[in-house]
């Protein structure tokens, strides 16, 4: 099996590094990165994953580059861990290149922000395309070191992953036998692509904790950081209040959606809910989110995104990470669209999104373009 992996940063670093472990497989990773892929052809392209035991994974990948039409060159799988605000521009890339007469299945990890819409409004002449996301990352992954190691975070004890309305039952079957070659957990295969988009995630927490943090009365409003912080070991006991009732608001936009198209979404469970089933004994006190957050070894080290202050005064809250720009652009601006077609009220996630617009200073507060126009009446 072929595995092309569109995007050289942690997750996919880090995925290529995992699939590559496996016997008859082999990986191409598609990145713009000329200087990783000088490295990768200068023959010193080994690639480490270090985990928390102390533990050394490391792999080559078959090829690492820009050439697209190499990548994708007799390719079974696509896995797009590119950023949402990239994967426009990316899926326009890919489109003209990918095989028109094998199926290949190209999805993303994580699914989220719509994925399957904006998949299948730009492969929409591609019929032999299977369009599929996963509901999280199998493991969480930090400190890059681009083109030679990364730290690998705690495992998901159970994957997910769904496929585009568009498909059939056979392709999920044929989809979760490759995801179980490529994975160690077990991959149950989700009914409906709305169980990832609706998932709660970083489009409702990384907003949170940002607004705990140096939102209206954050202990760091107006000021810069002494020092790094984390995003979750850190999480203020605001920001935590925050996610909860946000993650109600997402459950009552889980519930319309339910109502209106007729579906079962009761995979979306409360974030509490999903975090302890995902991570079990890694958390060492889930009494409450809060808790659960500053105590979940999985999430242990994992920094908020930081820049040196502009006035010299120490950190501050790097405004071009993903955090703003897919998080909050697409993730939160997408479940506000969805909230507002459903005549569901989210007050909390309402405001948060508009406080980091406003705070951001370069986000259009619009919903993504790939939105279907007639949703939720579409079928």
């Known amino acids: 099996m072929k595995v092309t992996i569109c995007g050289a940063g942690r997750t996919g670093h880090l995925n290529a590094v995992l699939?590559?472990?496996?016997?008859?497989?082999?990986?191409?990773?598609f990145t713009r990165n000329a200087e990783l892929a000088d490295l990768w052809a200068s023959g010193e392209g080994q690639w480490e994953a270090h985990s928390a035991d102390g533990g050394v994974l490391s792999a080559r990948p078959d090829y690492?580059?820009?050439?697209?039409?190499?990548?994708?060159?007799?390719?079974?799988?696509?896995?797009?861990?590119?950023?949402?605000?990239?994967?426009?521009?990316?899926?326009?890339?890919?489109?003209?290149?990918?095989?028109?007469?094998?199926?290949?299945?190209?999805?993303?990890?994580?699914?989220?922000?719509?994925?399957?819409?904006?998949?299948?409004?730009?492969?929409?002449?591609h019929d032999n395309v299977v369009i599929w996301g996963m509901k999280d990352v199998p493991h969480t992954a930090?400190?890059?070191?681009?083109?030679?190691?990364?730290?690998?975070?705690g495992a998901k004890a159970l994957l997910y992953a769904a496929l585009h309305r568009r498909e059939d039952d056979a392709h999920g079957a044929e989809l979760a036998g490759m995801l179980a070659t490529l994975f160690a957990a077990p991959v149950?295969?989700?009914?409906?692509?709305?169980?990832?988009?609706?998932?709660?995630?970083?489009?409702?927490?990384h907003p949170a904790v940002l607004y705990g943090l140096i939102g209206p009365d954050g202990p760091w409003q107006g000021r810069a950081f002494d020092a790094p912080v984390c995003w979750w070991s850190d999480c203020p006991q605001k920001g935590a209040d925050?996610?909860?009732a946000c993650d109600a608001e997402n459950q009552a936009i889980r519930h319309a959606a339910e109502a209106k198209l007729g579906i079962d979404l009761s995979s979306v469970k409360p974030l509490r809910q999903e975090l302890i089933e995902a991570y079990g004994d890694q958390i060492g006190d889930a009494r409450s989110l809060y808790s659960l957050l500053r105590t979940n070894r999985a999430y242990a080290g994992i920094k908020a995104p930081m820049t040196p202050d502009p006035q010299g005064r120490g950190l501050v809250i790097d405004r071009e990470s993903r955090a703003f720009h897919e998080d909050i652009g697409f993730g939160q601006a997408l479940l506000v669209e969805m909230a507002k077609r459903l005549g569901v009220a989210v007050p909390n996630i309402a405001k948060t999104y508009r406080?980091?617009?406003?705070?951001?200073?370069?986000?259009?507060?619009?919903?993504?373009?790939?939105?279907?126009?007639?949703?939720?009446?579409?079928?």
């Open 242 to 244: 925050l996610l909860e």
């Open 188 to 205: 149950t295969m989700l009914r409906d692509y709305l169980e990832i988009t609706l998932t709660p995630g970083n489009a409702l927490m």
């Open 142 to 153: 930090f400190d890059l070191t681009p083109g030679k190691r990364v730290r690998m975070g």
């Open 355 to 379: 406080w980091a617009c406003d705070y951001h200073g370069g986000l259009a507060e619009t919903a993504p373009a790939y939105v279907p126009r007639n949703w939720p009446e579409a079928a």
């Open 64 to 125: 690492v580059g820009a050439d697209v039409e190499r990548a994708l060159s007799q390719t079974d799988l696509v896995v797009v861990t590119q950023p949402a605000q990239a994967r426009a521009g990316l899926l326009e890339q890919l489109a003209p290149h990918l095989s028109q007469e094998r199926r290949v299945f190209l999805g993303a990890i994580p699914g989220f922000c719509g994925f399957d819409w904006l998949a299948a409004e730009i492969l929409a002449g």
């Open 19 to 29: 699939f590559r472990q496996q016997p008859n497989v082999s990986v191409s990773v």
